[in-house]
């Protein structure tokens, strides 16, 4: 038994020194195949990010590849934490760049806020510089607004609509940088400031031309691949379903003629005699609502309202309705020379989306010798004005950014008197220059692009050019003509209209030297008068006299402003084409 218990002992020691090696045995098998396993994982996971990062670097190059500034727009992308993960298409490469862009906007905003506070600066000074704030929260308003158009695309809308939103955004961007840091330019203390700010302005601006640039890429590949798709794609409709004046089908001649009648119930009253609900316009804008999406009529009885009125960018779809633009008036006399800036200046000033006018006269009385002084300027999106004048001197109407549309309207001044950034129709107007101070020359326009990728110009189309009566009798001593350079894509397309002799043979007019000879657009088409002979045009290479009708289209307010889309909505009278 003994002798059995030995052996039993012996083999029982044996086999559990043999399980013991076993069991390691299978333990250093299983740790081999584990770390085996984690290798060939991280090497396939670094396989895979390895191809992600190469697909993601070749969708970001060739994004960036088409931007005006492919270095900035490269390197600022790159240098985002995990970018390669987060790019996969260039709608991607659009949204990252926004959101880079959102950030350095502001950062400007904390600086020139920080500015404001620190240093000893004139009133003119701290006026451009509330400009500047002003510009840039429109600026932050634009990009927020461009990322949430961006996550509907290309599905809330037709295609064409889509690019035009998207581009008008952009473009308003970048001119409000522009506005900023031309706010900076009456006196050597004002440019001082300006140089504080510039790299800073200027670096936004390069973001949001590489923003523009990607958005226009990537809408004229859709909308051409959906043309080569079909023709008749829903997504590219934009007016076949209108008739030649931008009115529905649908709509009968009556309903259109109501629609363009007058009888329009106001929300509020505004009279000077106390007898309506506000004696201001001011005041009767004050107490509009904010943000609403119903139209919000002010009647403006008839009389003269002496006051600056600002349209906010909050105060959206508002209405001025006068009792006739001879007989309501709204006039100041702020200018540059008392120590305004230009963007201040205006008398009346609307940003908010939506804005209409009809029956009433804007105006700056500060005179020629009072240089800059706007009575109207307008960065209101989708806003138009019909049988309104705009009377000043030197920078009458600013028609700062987004899309615009006057009809039957009168404009009067003598320097640079249109003038700005917007996407612009003027339609059936009267154009007329005044008589200037002595030595001065009259220049109907000087429009503003800065961007050859920008959706902006001034259009005067189907209208009259002429003079004052006070320069009529005097033209022969001052010089007129259609327009100048303001910025290096300068934009502006006359087309038929009727020019009288008051307009120089040459046409146009320089703005320094050479600057945007080449670069800029000025355009004539099938334009009548004594003055509307091409024949002694400048010879520069951007002057163009056109002669395609196709051509000619692509600047009527249903090509160039969206006019199909919207203008329908004013109740106000319009031609879509030509």
């Known amino acids: 038994m003994t002798r059995f218990k030995e052996f039993f002992s012996k083999v029982s020691h044996s086999t559990n020194k043999n399980k013991k090696l076993f069991l390691a045995l299978i333990a250093t098998l299983l740790l081999v195949s584990a770390v085996v396993g984690i290798v060939v994982g991280v090497n396939s996971r670094k396989n895979s990010d390895k191809e992600t990062s190469a697909a993601s670097h070749v969708i970001l190059k060739t994004a960036c590849g088409n931007t005006k500034y492919p270095g900035l727009c490269y390197s600022s992308i790159a240098a985002v934490p995990e970018a390669a993960k987060k790019v996969t298409s260039q709608k991607d490469v659009i949204e990252l760049s926004l959101n880079l862009t959102t950030t350095t906007v502001e950062h400007n905003f904390f600086k020139i806020e920080k500015l404001l506070k620190t ?7 701290k006026t451009a510089l509330h400009d500047c704030l002003e510009t840039i929260d429109e600026t932050l308003d634009e990009l927020h607004k461009a990322v949430d158009d961006l996550h509907e695309y290309p599905n809330k809308k037709t295609l064409i ?3 035009d939103d998207l581009k008008t955004l952009m473009s308003a961007a970048m001119t409000n940088q522009e506005t900023c840091l031309d706010g900076f330019s009456h006196d050597d203390a004002d440019k001082k400031v300006r140089k504080t ?3 800073g302005q200027k670096h936004v601006e390069k973001m949001c031309s590489n923003v523009l640039a990607m958005i226009k890429n990537m809408t004229d590949t859709d909308i051409q691949n959906e043309l080569m798709k079909s023709s008749n794609d829903r997504k590219l409709k934009e007016d076949h379903d209108r008739d030649g004046n931008g009115w529905p089908e649908w709509l009968s001649a009556g309903d259109r003629r109501l629609l363009q009648s007058s009888s329009v ?6 009279a000077a005699d106390g007898s309506g609900n506000f004696k201001t316009v001011a005041a009767a804008v004050a107490a509009a609502p904010e943000g609403s999406s119903k139209r919000y009529v002010i009647r403006i009885k008839a ?3 002496r006051e600056n009125v600002e349209v906010t960018k909050k105060k959206k779809n508002i209405m001025f ?3 006739g633009r001879s007989r309501t008036i709204i006039t100041a006399s702020r200018n540059v020379v008392d120590g305004s800036t230009t963007f201040n200046s205006a008398t009346v000033a609307v940003v908010g989306e939506g804005f209409l006018a009809r029956d009433i006269t804007f105006q700056n009385t500060a005179g020629p010798s009072k240089h800059q002084a706007v009575a109207l300027r307008v960065g209101a999106d989708l806003s138009a004005f019909y049988q309104c004048d705009m009377l000043a001197y030197q920078d009458t109407l600013y028609v700062h950014s987004n899309r615009q549309f006057y009809i039957n309207c009168l404009v009067a001044g003598t320097v ?3 003038f700005g950034n917007a996407a612009a129709v003027l339609q059936d107007c009267d154009i007329h220059a005044r008589r200037p101070n002595s030595g001065q020359k009259n220049m109907l326009t000087a429009q503003g692009r800065t961007d050859a990728n920008q959706n902006t110009g001034i259009v005067i189309q189907k209208s009259r050019i002429g003079a004052t009566s006070d320069l009529q009798a005097v033209k022969g001593n001052f010089k007129t003509y259609l327009g100048r350079p303001w910025k290096e894509y300068s934009r502006t397309v006359i087309m038929q209209s009727s020019i009288t002799d ?3 043979p040459v046409g146009w007019h320089e703005w320094d030297g050479n600057f945007a000879l080449n670069t800029l657009f000025y355009g004539e088409y099938q334009n009548t008068g004594a003055g509307a002979g091409t024949s002694k045009r400048v010879n520069w290479k951007g002057f163009k006299v056109i002669t395609s009708a196709s051509e000619a289209q692509g600047f009527t307010p249903g090509r160039f402003i969206a006019g199909s889309s919207w203008l329908g909505s004013t109740t106000f009278p319009f031609s879509l084409g030509l």
């Open 119 to 125: 240093r000893d600066l004139t009133k003119r000074e």
């Open 161 to 163: 609509q889509h690019a």
């Open 197 to 199: 700010l510039m790299s």
């Open 265 to 270: 119930t106001p929300n509020v009253v505004v």
């Open 303 to 305: 009389g003269v309202y």
């Open 321 to 323: 309705m006068g009792d």
């Open 416 to 418: 640079d008197f249109i």
């Open 502 to 504: 008051v307009i120089d």
